[in-house]
């Protein structure tokens, strides 16, 4: 191997995060709790600076505003989850299993980490990050479905009001303590058949195992 390649792996190689990572992940971290807690309209920077450990004016070196670090926050989480699953099922080509996957790993965030769950429930209602950059990995994946014939909706507008409305208020449930797992198979079936699946394939579809997800990036 010549210098010039061990250089170029060296390059490549994931750096260590650095103190001003740390500390960015820190605020992040601190933000989507209180907002979780407190909502996004009575969270302050004061608290999300207090959760993280850090000064107020620490804050300010990282983010301008509460807005600011809602949407850097919505992003780190979000948007981040829509592409691990999106990751996750690379090799799925069938736009039913595709919506599917995508649900179904939302509301087992709800069981797995409520905290998180919370704040992505407070991101939808509270910043346009949601319809810009979340709203369109759905879209793709109905899209596809119908496309393949799998889907026959109404409006596409319809559909989508339908699958993000239901989504929502299955996290909700779940989040409240009155529903588990099994809810979460039911709900993707349900919303598979109100796409125009038969029975049969919609509950076929959302008993498939799900492909595993990346790990989360610690940056």
């Not at 820190?26 to 933000?31: S, T, Y």
Request: proline share 5%; hydrophobic share 45%; with cysteine.
């Amino acid at each position: 191997m010549s210098q010039y390649e061990r250089s170029l792996i060296l390059s490549n190689k994931k750096q260590p995060p650095t103190k001003r990572d740390r500390t960015r992940r820190q605020l992040l971290d601190a933000a989507a709790k209180v907002f979780a807690a407190r909502g996004v309209d009575a969270a302050s920077i004061q608290e999300i600076a207090a959760m993280a450990g850090v000064a107020n004016g620490t804050f300010y070196n990282y983010f301008a505003t509460k807005e600011a670090i809602l949407e850097a926050a919505a992003v780190h989480y979000g948007v981040s989850l829509c592409q691990r699953i999106d990751a996750s099922c690379v090799q799925v080509e069938d736009g039913a299993e595709r919506m599917s996957i995508g649900g179904r790993n939302y509301m087992l965030l709800a069981i797995e980490q409520p905290d998180l769950a919370r704040f992505l429930m407070s991101v939808a209602v509270a910043s346009p990050i949601w319809d810009e950059q979340i709203r369109p990995y759905i879209t793709r994946d109905l899209l596809l479905g119908i496309k393949q014939q799998r889907f026959h909706v109404a409006s596409k507008d319809a559909a989508m009001t339908m699958i993000m409305g239901t989504n929502m208020a299955a996290i909700r449930s779940i989040l409240a303590g009155k529903a588990g797992r099994s809810h979460v198979v039911a709900v993707s079936a349900t919303i598979l058949r109100g796409l125009g699946m038969s029975p049969k394939e919609a509950d076929e579809v959302a008993r498939r195992p799900l492909p595993p997800l990346p790990p989360a990036s610690e940056a």
